[in-house]
């Protein structure tokens, strides 16, 4: 299981934070994004696929942090499938 959930550990999490905060606040006027998407998700108005893509968008690195936490036992085996 360790080397199927390695990449997850391949960027360090520094660069995953960063990413979290920069893609979660951004835009920052008149809201962050990711509130929006959140709030329209909540209310069921989240329709359009490019409100979905956005979502994903702005989520991307909270899931990729969120991973990595629940896969700690693949900490420190890198790997790459194809490499």
């Not at 606040?25 to 108005?45: A, D, S």
């Not at 329709?47 to 909270?62: A, E, G, M, Q, R």
């Amino acid at each position: 299981m360790s080397t199927l959930f390695g990449w997850l550990h391949c960027p360090p999490m520094g660069m995953l934070i960063a990413a979290a905060l920069f893609l979660g606040v951004m835009p920052i006027v008149p809201e962050p994004h990711l509130v929006e998407k959140l709030r329209m998700l909540i209310h069921g108005t989240l329709v359009k696929p490019i409100d979905i893509f956005d979502l994903f968008w702005h989520s991307w690195p909270l899931l990729w942090i969120a991973l990595r936490l629940l896969t700690p036992d693949a900490a420190g085996h890198c790997s790459i499938p194809g490499r």
